[in-house]
T-cell receptor
Framework: GAVVSQHPSWVICKSGTSVKIECRSL??????MFWYRQFPKQSLMLMAT?????????EQGVEKDKFLINHASLTLSTLTVTSAHPEDSSFYIC????????????FGPGTRLTVL | QKEVEQNSGPLSVPEGAIASLNCTYS??????FFWYRQYSGKSPELIMS????GDKEDGRFTAQLNKASQYVSLLIRDSQPSDSATYLCAVNNAGKSTFGDGTTLTVKP
């Protein structure tokens, strides 16, 4: 199956700093990628849909100025958590849509963010 | 009503039994259906996809789709402790997948 990578796999940062997470589709081109957040023992929560070459679409309640998304190429989307605070600590997961496989979404391994 | 509904569980079955996971969806024009497995602390992993009515088998897994009833299920035969995980149902329409909240399955040795 298609492979999606994420980097870093985990990050610890101080409150007030910004953190960038990269999501790459390794063996297919993805015009659309998705960013999710998941708190312990809770469901996946879709944060935003990232479209190559255009602005991301954010879900209701997600601050676009805090969670900056850039989808600059067909294989790379980045999520930057700006001015991170402890309440932003979570498991961030990206997925990429494989258009040639009936729009199947393949997930990256996730990034665990801890803000001190 | 949620767009994709699953029993949250937990569903507990003994090793070797058949585990049956169910999912209903509200959008009649949905076209693609997926099952993902998520181990604790890991990201979801695709295990099955199904697009037309009927059964689709892959090893110990069988996905069943009934579009008239807006129902999709996953059967796991000869369940193993390693199958213990949360199973997510996803329904796709026009390129957008909607996920259920997942069913937690525990397979007891």
């Amino acid at each position: 199956g298609a492979v999606v990578s994420q980097h870093p796999s985990w990050v610890i940062c101080k409150s007030g700093t910004s953190v960038k997470i990269e999501c790459r589709s390794l063996d297919f081109q993805a015009t659309t990628m998705f960013w999710y957040r998941q708190f312990p023992k809770q469901s996946l929560m879709l944060m935003a849909t990232s479209n190559e070459g255009s602005k991301a679409t954010y879900e209701q309640g997600v601050e676009k100025d805090k969670f900056l998304i850039n989808h600059a190429s067909l294989t790379l989307s980045t999520l930057t958590v700006t001015s991170a605070h402890p309440e932003d600590s979570s498991f961030y997961i990206c997925s990429a849509r494989e258009n040639r496989a009936r729009d199947t979404q393949y997930f990256g391994p996730g990034t665990r963010l801890t803000v001190l | 009503q949620k767009e994709v509904e699953q029993n949250s569980g937990p569903l507990s079955v003994p090793e070797g039994a058949i585990a049956s996971l169910n999912c209903t969806y509200s959008d009649r024009v949905s076209q693609s259906f997926f099952w993902y497995r998520q181990y604790s602390g890991k990201s979801p992993e695709l295990i099955m996809s199904i697009y037309s009515n009927g059964d689709k088998e892959d090893g110990r897994f069988t996905a069943q789709l009934n579009k008239a009833s807006q129902y999709v299920s996953l059967l796991i035969r000869d369940s193993q402790p390693s199958d213990s995980a949360t199973y997510l149902c996803a329904v796709n329409n026009a390129g957008k997948s909607t996920f259920g909240d997942g069913t937690t399955l525990t397979v007891k040795p």
